[in-house]
């Protein structure tokens, strides 16, 4: 059974940075492409950046150019996030493209909260 822990997230100005981690067991992220979503109040989650095994990267327009997701050799993906915005409040969260499944649900891990003040 699959386990994701976010981590890295906290309140901070506008214009501060943040470096958010995603710890997976076992080897599911090896092969897989790897993403970070996040989800904000009373809105839908939604994908913002990608990384494939073999570190090609997306992102959204939304974080593009403030943003760089990563992966070590493991199972550790990172997304450093700059020049943070108020919009960018959200619960991060991080998953395999397509998402886990267990027992016929998609698994997601309690994400982490980042908090941008203005």
């Known amino acids: 059974q699959g386990q994701l822990v976010e981590s890295g997230g906290g309140s901070v100005q506008a214009g501060g940075s943040l470096r958010l981690s995603c710890a997976a067991s076992?080897?599911?992220?090896?092969?897989?492409?790897v993403a970070w979503y996040r989800q904000a109040p009373q809105k839908q989650r939604e994908l913002v950046a990608t990384?494939?095994?073999?570190?090609?990267t997306n992102y959204a327009d939304s974080i593009k150019d403030r943003s760089i997701i990563s992966r070590d050799n493991a199972n550790i993906v990172y997304l450093q996030m700059y020049s943070l915005k108020p919009e960018d409040t959200a619960v991060y969260y991080c998953?395999?493209?397509?998402?886990?499944?267990?027992?016929?649900?998609?698994?997601w891990g309690q994400g982490t909260q980042v908090t941008v003040s203005s």
């Open positions: 076992g080897s599911i992220f090896r092969l897989n492409t």
């Open positions: 990384i494939t095994s073999i570190r090609t």
């Open positions: 998953n395999t493209v397509p998402t886990m499944r267990v027992n016929g649900y998609d698994y």
